[in-house]
């Protein structure tokens, strides 16, 4: 608080205290209002001291702490907000205050809180690329049918953040470009997997891995896409289960695949 500020509050606090010094002699009036205008001069300074040096201690603390941790503090609380009160409603103003962080220190680890979304997506984004190493080519079917139970699990448990990370996939440019990119990679993981299975004999030789792989991704991205748009009122692991059964008749081994045009003839 600067001199003048701290000036003009004491002299509007002795303004409303000063009627009820009049009661007495001139001279006690003096005597007790000199001592209101000292405790009520070192009750502000302290506090504004208190701020001061709960402001130095956080600087410390958060400039001692590595920045993985100080950035995971950040995001944690940013999605914890984002959970509680929705992400329109949550500014970069109450996860700063929420973190215990100055705002500065977030603008270093993000330009926006979109940018926080961006690191949530990743983190989902890496959950699913786990899931789809553990496919096994021996159970192609089945392997799939977790692997669909697996993610429909987690975004439920996500709740309505998960909502909001769809639409901001569909609305921002950057985040749709990173979703874009990591369907290309997730087809590379299932044109792999097919491979494999061709080598174990659970689907046909005359499969093409790469056909099969843009089926099943194609699959998989309009069934979360209708699953999002119908407020996630049903179950998209079974109706993706379901396309695979279908998927899998044409596939399995006696089955003649005609590669590049994706029909199957008996």
């Not at 007790?32 to 009520?40: D, E, G, K, M, Q």
């Not at 958060?62 to 907000?81: G, Y």
């Not at 809180?113 to 021996?138: G, H, I, N, W």
């Not at 494999?196 to 792989?213: E, M, N, Y």
């Amino acid at each position: 608080m600067s001199d003048k500020a701290l000036t003009s509050s004491v002299l509007r606090a002795a303004d409303c205290t000063l009627p009820k010094f009049r009661c007495g002699s001139e001279s006690a009036c003096k005597v007790l209002l000199f001592s209101f205008i000292v405790t009520t001069v070192m009750t502000m300074v302290t506090k504004s001291d208190r701020r001061r040096l709960s402001k130095r201690v956080r600087r410390i603390r958060n400039r001692a702490m590595p920045r993985v941790e100080l950035r995971d503090r950040i995001q944690r609380t940013a999605l914890r907000l984002f959970r509680e009160h929705g992400f329109d409603s949550t500014s970069v103003d109450q996860i700063v205050a929420a973190a215990d962080v100055a705002k500065g220190t977030f603008f270093n680890f993000y330009k926006t809180k979109q940018a926080v979304l961006a690191d949530y997506y990743c983190e989902l984004d890496s959950f699913m690329s786990d899931r789809l190493q553990e496919l096994d080519p021996t159970r192609p079917a089945k392997s799939l049918d977790h692997l669909f139970r697996s993610m429909e699990h987690r975004l439920r448990d996500e709740g309505d953040l998960a909502c909001v990370l769809f639409r901001e996939i569909m609305q921002n440019p950057s985040l749709g470009a990173a979703d874009f990119d990591s369907g290309l990679d997730d087809c590379k993981q299932y044109e792999r997997f097919f491979d494999s299975c061709r080598t174990c004999g659970t689907v046909g030789d005359s499969v093409a891995p790469r056909l099969g792989a843009e089926i099943v991704q194609d699959l998989w991205a309009s069934t979360v896409q209708r699953w999002f748009h119908a407020g996630r009122s049903f179950p998209f692991a079974d109706v993706l289960t379901q396309k695979i059964k279908v998927l899998f008749t044409g596939l399995k081994p006696g089955q003649s695949f005609v590669r590049g045009t994706g029909s199957a003839n008996s």
